[in-house]
């Protein structure tokens, strides 16, 4: 929780945490309470208590969550996964929901789902020789040169320079600690990905719609409905941080009269039984390489050091040794 004002929730893309919205949660603060909240399964949330099927297994139990923590009438943002689940909850409970931002929201037909749901999520589960961390590298690195990641080609090619080592790291880190069912909430989105439910919406909406997107080609398939009145489109250009300062003025636009507040920066972590972190980490860490190698290079000196460990305690102790 961070801020002070009426209650805005951000809703985080699969398989981030809500620490990846910290930053447009700390430009919000002078106008909303913000809550950012780790989607159950991702981050150290638990998971559901059984697996979902439908994203109205995330909403309901959100929902719930809402009560404990006393929100009322949350407006809420959700960025990919957090913009299905942001969709889906306004559907649902639509006289619970001051309105909605939608950030890389998109339309994906059947059969194009279809084809990326067989290809999209390998399987992570981790092996007691590290020989899923190349393939996790290889989908981080993918990711932002090919959409979807899994298809290469012209025709799926984005055009645009790698990302730096380190954030790659940072990015193949959440997939890591979502574990073998970082697909979970992920998949379910990609489902749920359709003109249809945004057409059905019936609160305040915005979409934004920004041209540095991977997925920008969807969301204009989005777009290219027809959609209500009550659903709005801010077309976003410029670098990541024009976009930032833009989505913050589009965001808090509608609460001015909260100006004069001055912003509590208190953040407090809703997370339900946190997995326990284990100390053995590694202080002489391998530096991190454009290929991916170091992660294997880590978990050979874990191994080494720890041998009775299992492969899901040796991830732990990876992610702990990089964070």
Not at 88 to 110: G, Q, T
Not at 218 to 227: C, M, Q, S
Request: aromatic share 12%; proline share 7%.
């Amino acid at each position: 929780m961070l801020g002070n004002g009426p209650a805005l929730v951000l809703f985080h893309p699969s398989p981030h945490t809500s620490e990846i919205l910290l930053p447009l949660a700390e430009r919000l603060a002078d106008f909303y309470t913000v809550f950012a909240i780790d989607t159950p399964g991702y981050g150290k949330s638990s998971p559901l208590s059984s697996e979902p099927n439908q994203l109205s297994d995330y909403t309901e139990f959100l929902h719930r969550c809402f009560k404990i923590m006393n929100i009322k009438n949350p407006s809420i943002y959700g960025s990919a996964t957090g913009a299905q689940l942001a969709i889906r909850y306004a559907l649902e409970y639509p006289k619970n929901v001051a309105s909605i931002f939608l950030d890389n929201a998109a339309h994906f037909d059947d059969a194009l789902c279809n084809t990326i749901l067989d290809h999209y999520f390998p399987d992570f589960t981790p092996k007691k020789d590290g020989s899923h961390l190349p393939q996790v590298w290889k989908m981080v690195s993918q990711m932002f040169q090919y959409f979807p990641w899994c298809f290469r080609g012209e025709k799926y090619a984005l055009h645009r320079p790698q990302l730096p080592p380190p954030v790659l790291n940072s990015i193949a880190l959440d997939f890591l600690r979502a574990g073998a069912n970082y697909y979970m909430a992920y998949r379910l989105a990609f489902k749920h990905e359709r003109a249809k439910y945004v057409q059905a919406l019936k609160v305040p909406t915005t979409i934004f719609r920004w041209n540095g997107s991977i997925i920008k080609e969807h969301i204009n398939n989005l777009l290219a409905f027809d959609l209500p009145s009550n659903v709005k489109t801010l077309f976003i250009n410029g670098t990541p941080d024009e976009r930032m300062q833009l989505l913050t003025d589009c965001i808090t636009g509608e609460a001015d009269q909260y100006k004069s507040y001055k912003a509590s920066r208190k953040i407090q972590a809703f997370k339900a039984n946190a997995p326990i972190a284990y100390n053995k980490i590694i202080k002489d860490l391998p530096e991190i390489v454009s290929n991916g190698s170091h992660l294997i290079t880590a978990w050979e000196l874990l191994m080494e050091r720890n041998p009775n460990l299992s492969a899901e305690m040796v991830q732990s102790c990876l992610i702990d040794s990089y964070s």
